[in-house]
């Protein structure tokens, strides 16, 4: 009787869900691998980024001045930014070129405006 339960219940969802895909468009994956994949003479990112304790301080007062910004939007709080050897990489999308340029000014004003590379993306 247990068998014939699961049995029952598992034909129900797999009829669900057949109901349900017929019902929906299919939809395209998002796929943005072209975008996201760089050569290795590219800007540094994230992931790769050494980890010393100095780039560490400096990404957290960036962040911190990024986040307290209120004339940023999210999309500009959420912008990546990569600290190595005292220089400064901002990438990622902003919603405008005062947003790229105001979050440059955050970085240099840690860093100074020779250690900011500003690889901001205005997106709309």
Do not use: Y
């Not at 017929?22 to 994956?29: C, F, G, L, V, W």
């Not at 000014?105 to 840690?110: P, V």
């Amino acid at each position: 009787m247990f068998s014939k339960t699961i049995l029952a219940s598992a034909l129900a969802f797999a009829a669900l869900g057949a109901c349900k895909s017929s019902k929906e468009p299919a939809r395209a994956e998002a796929d943005n691998t072209a975008k996201n994949s760089r050569s290795e003479t590219a800007a540094p990112t994230a992931d790769n980024a050494v980890e010393r304790p100095s780039d560490l301080d400096v990404t957290q007062k960036i962040r911190k001045a990024v986040m307290d910004d209120d004339t940023l939007s999210t999309t500009a709080h959420n912008c990546k930014i990569v600290v190595q050897d005292g220089k400064v990489t901002l990438v990622g999308p902003v919603t405008s070129p005062t947003e790229s340029t105001r979050v440059a000014q955050i970085a240099a004003n840690i860093v100074g405006d020779k250690n900011v590379s500003n690889q901001l993306e205005v997106t709309n």
